[in-house]
């Protein structure tokens, strides 16, 4: 199975604050990664999907790079609605469609 | 517009079984798949398993494999997941999620919060 790590695991930042999670798979999964936001007691939301392409609705100060086994997503300038658990997931090939552990962003 | 509608939070004893279900509307249920996820409290997302309404045999995490079972009701667009032998560690929010038709989900239900606790 392909295993999903995320770092850093939290984050503080202030509101402005150019943000970067990365996050890396266990072996080459092309450009097949995805990333999610979580706010507390919501379901997961859609941000980016093959890497590098926003979801519909979403705002442009997301953006996502990677491709292989190395990917980041970038918050270009932290809103007061971004502080929330981003996680990546992995869609290559078969199942299982692993996440990553997740990074907190929080207020400093 | 899509709406994924699962059912209501249930409190279970270890050694039983649970059954968790969506109903989907909003789109062409036997289209698309549908993912399950689940989340302890306080941790992360954790990938279950994936069901082809359209017929085929599911796909289940290693780690579930022998307890879970996904299944579907095409008469009324409703899906269900099902774990057995359950123990406090199955304490958690599961997700019912559709997938996109390339291995990744896009609108997922409100979740269920399933507890098991003697």
């Known amino acids: 199975d392909i295993q999903m790590t995320q770092s850093p695991s939290s984050l503080s930042a202030s509101v402005g604050d150019r943000v970067t999670i990365t996050c890396r798979a266990s072996q080459n999964i092309r450009i097949y990664l995805n990333w999610y936001q979580q706010k507390p007691g919501k379901a997961p939301e859609l941000l980016i999907f093959?890497?590098?392409n926003l979801h519909r609705g979403v705002p442009s100060r997301f953006s996502g790079s990677g491709s292989g086994t190395e990917f980041t997503l970038t918050i270009s300038s932290l809103q007061p609605e971004d502080f929330a658990v981003y996680y990546c997931q992995q869609s290559y090939n078969t199942p299982p469609f692993t996440f990553g552990p997740g990074t907190k962003v929080v207020v400093k | 517009q899509v709406q994924l509608v699962q059912s209501g939070a249930e409190v279970k004893k270890p050694g039983a079984s649970m059954k968790v279900s969506c109903k989907a509307s909003?789109?062409?249920?036997?289209?698309?798949?549908m993912h399950w996820v689940r989340q302890a409290p306080g941790q992360g997302l954790e990938w279950m398993g994936i069901?082809?309404?359209?017929?085929?045999?599911?796909t289940y995490a290693r780690k579930f494999q022998g307890r879970i079972t996904l299944t579907r009701d095409t008469s009324t667009s409703t899906m269900y997941m099902e774990l057995s032998s359950l123990r406090s560690d199955d304490t958690a929010v599961y997700y019912c999620?559709?997938?996109?038709?390339?291995?990744?989900?896009?609108?997922w239900g409100q979740g269920t919060r399933v507890t098991v606790s003697s």
């Open positions: 093959a890497a590098s």
């Open positions: 909003g789109y062409p249920f036997t289209s698309y798949h």
């Open positions: 999620a559709r997938d996109t038709n390339f291995n990744y989900p896009d609108y």
């Open positions: 069901i082809n309404p359209g017929g085929g045999r599911p």
